[in-house]
């Protein structure tokens, strides 16, 4: 048997990581981050336990790379889902009903994520962090910012706010009123964007399949907005 070639094996890599991002939004999903082990994460995603250290440094970065990802494709998704839109209001809009989306249908995921930002690591330098630090720039630029340097931290600061405060154990701030307030602040139609919680989709969040957010590749293209995952 020849020798697998460089790129089988890059590829291989990189859906043994893709695995491992997605077992461990489920798990902490399901359980929690302190129930949830690495070794958890391992098991579920089909991987020895020493593969996880190969690719992350511990557990926290871990996760957080993984929610980084559920975050930026739940947000490129809807961005560019049908009809699709150059309009930056329309784009703006769905940016903040994707974001508080997550905190409406993963509130356990989300808490988690917000508690390990307050940690002394804080962000995640890693290519799901960069990748929806792009998207939300893009929208703020599209939305007609004159210095996106600027007014992209300011959004992403607000939106981080919005989730925490739509989180906050026995105070929680109901969802509606912080679209309002975010609305507002951008001077947004109330029309604009999708409400969360407004789907169709009749089935729980925790059930749905989140597979085509770890996908890459030519699955990522064939879990695109617009085409069914296989």
């Known amino acids: 048997m020849s020798p697998r070639s460089a790129s089988v094996n890059e590829e291989l890599r990189r859906r043994s990581r893709e695995r ?4 461990a939004v489920e798990l902490v999903d399901e359980h929690g981050f302190e129930a949830t082990t ?14 996880v250290s190969y690719y992350f440094p511990g557990k926290r ?6 929610v980084h990802r559920l975050m930026h494709r739940t947000l490129g998704e809807a961005l560019e889902r049908e009809p699709r839109t150059d309009d930056g209001r ?45 998207l939300l720039s893009d929208t703020v630029a599209r939305y007609g910012s004159a210095d996106v340097t600027a007014d992209y931290p300011m959004l992403r600061a607000t939106l981080m ?24 602040r951008y001077r947004l139609d109330w029309e604009l964007g999708t409400p969360p919680g407004s789907g169709t989709d009749a089935a729980p969040a925790r059930c749905q399949d989140l597979s085509r ?4 590749g030519e699955r990522a293209e064939r879990a695109a907005p617009g085409k069914p995952a296989e």
């Not at 491992?20 to 077992?23: K, T």
């Open 20 to 23: 491992l991002l997605q077992a």
């Open 38 to 51: 690495l070794a958890d994460i391992a098991d579920r995603a089909g991987s020895a336990r020493g593969l």
């Open 61 to 66: 970065q871990l996760v957080q790379s993984a």
């Open 90 to 134: 329309e784009r703006l809009a769905r940016a903040i009903d994707a974001i508080l989306g997550l905190a409406h249908d993963r509130p356990v995921l989300m808490r988690q994520h917000m508690a390990g930002l307050l940690q002394a690591e804080g962000f995640v330098q890693c290519p799901e962090q960069r990748r929806l630090s792009e």
């Open 161 to 184: 706010g919005a989730v925490f405060a739509a989180l906050v154990p026995g105070v929680p701030m109901p969802v509606p009123a912080l679209r309002a307030e975010l609305f507002e």
């Open 213 to 216: 957010f770890f996908a890459t």
